[in-house]
């Protein structure tokens, strides 16, 4: 089964910027991200699947951009403008053909942004 290494986490002030990277043991596809702030459930914040279709959480859009290079073996999540609403620990996520239909997740990339 397919693994995932994350990698770009750490702490930044508001309005500055990190660039998320998922790596994974193969060819996977689609790849996303998810976060988990404290106290909350996880939730989607970007998705890319095949060529480059994507998709975003509405309080990421025009801050964050979801990549993979051309291997489909690693995703990059280039954040902006970081909030501290951003904060929390941030998941790399794949769930199709690829994966077995079943939810594979990165162990996770603790991002804060200070205030």
């Known amino acids: 089964q397919a693994q995932f290494l994350e990698s770009g986490g750490g702490l930044v002030q508001t309005g500055g910027s990190l660039r998320l990277s998922c790596a994974a043991s193969?060819?996977?596809?689609?790849m996303g991200w998810y976060r988990q702030a404290p106290g909350q459930q996880r939730e989607l914040v970007a998705t890319?699947?095949?060529?480059?279709?994507?998709n975003y959480a509405d309080s990421v859009k025009g801050r964050f951009t979801i990549s993979r290079d051309k291997t489909f073996k690693t995703a990059y999540l280039q954040m902006n403008n970081l909030k501290p609403e951003d904060t929390g620990v941030y998941f790399c996520w794949s769930r199709g053909a690829t994966t077995g239909w079943r939810d594979l997740w990165g162990q996770g990339t603790q991002v804060t942004v200070s205030s």
């Open positions: 890319i699947v095949g060529g480059g279709i994507t």
């Open positions: 193969g060819t996977i596809d689609p």
